[in-house]
């Protein structure tokens, strides 16, 4: 384990682990199952995550959909946390996992303020169950149960099977092999921090159903009896 400030990228390098996530938007239906794991793993105190599932709904009434966009840690190749911790209280393992090293760290926030993913938290000094408390805390890619051949807690009960992790260093990975085959991105690429979970993106014409004709018999003839139900209300008049 690497004490500096991060150890160099590993990405691609022959004979290295380099561990990622893949995240398939295709497959999420927002139960917050990965949320809740991470809080039971680390007993996560209440105001504070370390993944979230951002929900937008899109559409007009009848082709409503709601949209589910799981944020956590990136892993960054380059993480600018590293770079910018005063006490090198973050760093970067020579797998590719992003820690933090609670002995060192002194609650400055400088971390927080670097990370362009919003990705980290603070938690309170007066924690009862848990010792640690009153320093920065964040997704470390579950690296205790990696270590142990498991896999990540919110991976493990994720119910859509949306999130993948594996070795993208080795090609034949499930993670490699998704970002190989599918057009896959990355959030913030501009900031140049490499970041390690990649998206899988549904398709426009699934997420986009705002000029859609319904797609059942069923859905159309509901439809029909809405607007014929309420176009002659003062309520929506002007809107249907």
Known sequence: MPIGLQAPPSL??????????????????????????DKAEFDVP?????TTVQVKNTGKYPNVRKNFMPR???????????RNCPTEATYKHEDGFVLQR??????????????????????????SRVKIGGVVDKCTFC??????????????????????????????SEVARLVGTHNTSVLKASKGTAPQVYYIKPDRGSTEQVYAEPKSAAAKTDAEAFYRHNKGEKFFAGVL
Request: aromatic share 6%; charged share 20%.
């Open 12 to 37: 691609g390098v022959k004979g290295k682990k380099r561990w990622a996530m893949v995240i398939d938007l295709r497959r999420c239906i927002g139960c917050m199952a990965c949320v809740c794991a």
């Open 46 to 50: 209440l105001g504070v995550w370390r």
């Open 72 to 82: 956590l840690c990136n892993h960054c190749d380059n993480p600018p946390c590293v």
């Open 102 to 127: 609670y002995e060192r760290c002194i609650g400055c926030r400088t971390c927080m303020a670097a990370c362009p993913y919003n990705a980290r938290h603070m938690l309170p000094s007066n924690r």
């Open 143 to 172: 690296q205790h149960r990696v270590e142990k051949g498991l896999l990540p807690a919110c991976v493990q009960t994720c119910l859509g099977r949306a999130r993948i992790f594996g070795d993208i260093n080795d090609p034949d």
